[in-house]
Each structure stands twice: as C-alpha cells, then as structure tokens.
C-alpha cells in the first residue's frame, strides 16, 4: 500500500444506516491502485467483494477482506467462469452496484527489459489478453443481471501506454489496453441500453511498488505536474464514476497522468 494511502475507517462510521449497502466487485486488489481503491469504497460504506490470482494478503488492514476475497486465476477462461460463478453464488440474487476491472499483466524480458511485437511470444500475447482484455468482457456479461438490477457502473482500467510506445510497458500489454479502450466504448453503447454505465480511467506513472527504472526521468521531462500520481488519487477518480456525481457520463475514457498525454 502507498504511503498516501489512506488507511480504512469503520463502514459503520461513514455509511448512511437507512440507505442499503452498496456493493463493489474489485479484480487486482491486491496492490497499488487495487488496494487504494479497496480502502476508498470500504471507507464510504461499501461492501467489497476482492478477486486476484493472490490469496487475500493476511497483513493487509482492511478488517472484512478475508471473508469476501475470492481467488481466481483471470488468465485461465475455465478459472475465469468458475469465478463468476462463485462471485454470483456470493451476491445471493442482490445488486452488484459496481465492478472495476482492474487486473493487468505485463511481463518483461530478462533483466526487467521491455518486450517488443517482434520478441513477445504467442503463450505471452495470449495470456496478457485474456487477463487485460477478456476477463473484463467475460466478468460483465457474467454479472449483467447483477448489473442491471443496480443500474450499476463498470469501470476498465486502461493505460495511457494504450495511446503511444511507452518505454517500459511492453507491447502486448500496451496493445491490450488500447483494445481495452476500444471495448468501453462498445460497451458503454450495449451495456448504457440496460441502464449500465461503462467507463475507462487511464493511469500514467502512479507511485506503486511496480515503478521502472527510468520513471524519473519521465517525471522530468514529460509530465507537466513535475510528480507521479498516487493510487489514492486514483481511487478516488474510480469512486466517482461508480456514484451518481458521474450519472450521466458513459463511454468515456479519463486520463489520469499530470498530463502526461497532453
């Protein structure tokens, strides 16, 4: 967890007592912008229901993840479903208010070099898009009941690598995300039809235990706010398309960078 991040106060204290619990379904919780954004819903009342490839981290200080962690391999299609399957088991019938596609792989070469489209092998490129690119899809349509009956919000997680060559995100990765991109959007159009809304958050460089070597030097030349970004700020820009401040916003696609894009 980051240093900014905010450590989780007791739902019971912030949470309206007359107003139904609202649910969040998280993947990639289990680090950097995934916990932050675990910490932000949990802190305003949220029930959140976890999913990584990790068991639920036993030194982790959100007090109610254990019992709502599910761990499921998202690059594996017969995982994947078994998933949803018990994720929809969880909800028991009720409303899934909001879901956050938040886990991404991006594997490098030996010595933490950058993969290229010529050296990245095909084992690779699958796996990095069924884990970046087809998990999301496949989570959403198993969940559009649970969706629908909240008239809930989705929320890709995209990269500004899906926009432009980064030096470190490597090309399948980068080449997810920018399918990733393209996909909110189809979404928003099909899903926006059932009162869903499906949105996409574009990170830069956010200050995380992952950072490369060289981000420095990013942050001086690049971007414009002269810092990385925070998982916190993060979350807090996912927890506004998950609420009613964000009602009529659908298919967008937010860039969160310091204006690294500009």
């Known amino acids: 967890m980051s240093p900014e991040t905010p450590k989780a106060r007791p739902a019971t204290a912030l949470a309206d007592s007359n107003a ?69 088991e969880r909800l028991d019938g009720g409303q899934l208010h909001a879901l956050v596609n938040n886990a991404a792989i991006s594997p ?79 979404m928003a159009s099909d899903f926006g039809r059932i009162g869903v809304r499906v949105n996409s958050i574009a990170p830069g460089e956010i200050d995380t235990a992952i950072l490369s070597p060289g981000t420095e030097k990013i942050v001086e030349e690049d971007i414009p706010l002269r810092r990385l970004g925070t998982p916190d700020e993060v979350a807090k820009i996912i927890y506004v398309l998950c609420t009613e401040t964000s009602s009529y916003v659908n298919g967008a696609e937010i860039h969160i960078n310091g204006g690294q894009h500009v």
């Open 108 to 186: 490098k070469a030996a010595g933490g070099r950058r993969l290229g489209s010529i050296d990245t092998e095909m084992d690779t490129w699958e796996r990095v898009f069924h884990v970046n690119f087809f998990a999301p899809i496949m989570m959403a349509r198993g969940l559009i009941e649970e969706l629908k009956a909240a008239k809930g919000s989705v929320v890709n997680v995209t990269s500004i690598a899906g926009s432009r060559v980064h030096p470190f995100a490597g090309a399948a990765y980068a080449t997810s995300k920018a399918a990733l991109a393209s996909l909110t959007r189809e």
């Open 20 to 88: 139904p619990r609202r649910t969040l379904l998280l993947t990639g919780a289990s680090r950097g912008i995934g916990h932050a954004t675990v910490i932000r819903f949990s802190s305003a009342g949220w029930r959140v229901i976890t999913c990584s490839r990790h068991p639920f981290p036993e030194e982790c200080p959100w007090g109610a993840g254990p019992e709502d962690h599910i761990q499921i391999d998202l690059g594996d299609r017969a995982d994947t479903l078994r998933g949803i399957a018990e994720i929809r």
